[in-house]
């Protein structure tokens, strides 16, 4: 069994929290560990953002019990009304998220029958150090390069196992194309799209702007190759163009990785684009619609090439 480290981080959060409101006396402490998980998020952004929601609900709520409990009394109704008045302003407020903790300073309140200076100090120190405990250790977030690193290699290897077994196929060498590996590159693109996300949320570093136009670029590309795969055809391998084009696939296989420039390929694009156009006319309707997947394949290969170049750019500068 495996134990993710915001498993772990609520599970210190909760006690310490328990621990110190305990500690100061404070009457209801265990709610101080209820905020704490409550505040426990995946980044540094929703943990600040989680906790001004939660400081702000929970006085807001202060001002409504006492108007609505000292003023009406304490009842069930009383509690209705004033979760029928209190819900509608967090949601004007935006503040929405803040309810839950809300909820168990009113209780408190209307457990204790009365809104007075004392308890109102107790409930804003429970708040406030769960909700502290919740920052200081969402400020550790685990380091993903190691992730990245291994998604990165993973789609990079299925791309590279692409291009030669799209190669071999134009060849004639193999008789069906693995289409997996890019069911499989989607799915990683995905999780690699994820973790860019929280890691936004984590940091603004510059390696972080270069992992997500480095994966955005690879999404990108992953549909030319579906296009590419998707005017392949058996018919193809008995043209000798098509043995061209695989030997461009395996300098393509060999070049994958994003420092490598891809202007020498562009160019071998164009300069076989060149040479089709001065080829003789095809004779037949078959060999004719061969020529025209063979163009698309070029165009579908240099679209991908021109989207790593773009990328590389746009980094550079």
């Not at 920052?135 to 992730?147: A, E, Q, R």
């Not at 037949?284 to 679209?303: P, V």
């Amino acid at each position: 069994m495996q134990i993710g480290y915001r498993t772990l981080k609520t599970a210190i959060a909760a006690p310490a929290a328990v621990w110190i409101a305990e500690l100061m006396q404070l009457d209801s402490y265990g709610s101080a560990g209820i905020i704490a998980v409550l505040c426990i998020q995946p980044t540094r952004k929703q943990s600040f953002l989680t906790a001004w929601h939660r400081i702000a609900a929970g006085l807001l709520s202060m001002v409504y019990a006492y108007v609505i409990f000292e003023w009406i009394g304490y009842s069930p109704l009383t509690i209705g009304l004033l979760l029928l008045l209190f819900i509608p302003v967090t949601d004007k407020l935006n503040i929405t998220p803040g309810i839950v903790t809300s909820l168990v300073i009113l209780f408190h309140f209307y457990a204790a029958r009365r809104v007075d200076i004392d308890i109102i100090i107790n409930e804003a120190l429970i708040m406030f150090i769960g909700i502290g405990v919740a920052l200081i250790l969402n400020l550790y977030m685990p380091n993903l390069d190691n992730k990245f690193a291994d998604l990165r290699i993973q789609v990079e290897s299925n791309y590279q196992s692409f291009f030669r077994n799209v190669a071999k196929y134009l060849r004639g060498e193999v008789v069906t194309i693995n289409g997996e590996m890019l069911i499989a590159t989607k799915k990683a693109l995905k999780e690699a799209d994820i973790l860019v996300q929280r890691d936004l949320e984590n940091t603004f570093s510059k390696s972080t702007s270069y992992r997500r136009s480095y994966f955005s670029m690879r999404e990108i590309q992953l549909h030319s190759l579906e296009r590419m795969l998707k005017v392949i055809r058996p018919q193809m391998v008995s043209v000798k163009q098509a043995k061209l084009i695989a030997d461009l696939l395996d300098d393509l296989a060999d070049a994958i990785y994003p420092e490598n420039p891809v202007d020498y390929h562009i160019h071998s694009v164009n300069d076989l684009l060149d040479r089709f156009e001065k080829q003789d006319l095809p004779k037949t309707r078959e060999e004719f619609e061969i020529r025209a997947d063979l163009f698309q394949l070029l165009n579908e290969i240099d679209h991908y090439l021109t989207i790593k170049n773009q990328t590389v750019k746009d980094i550079l500068d």
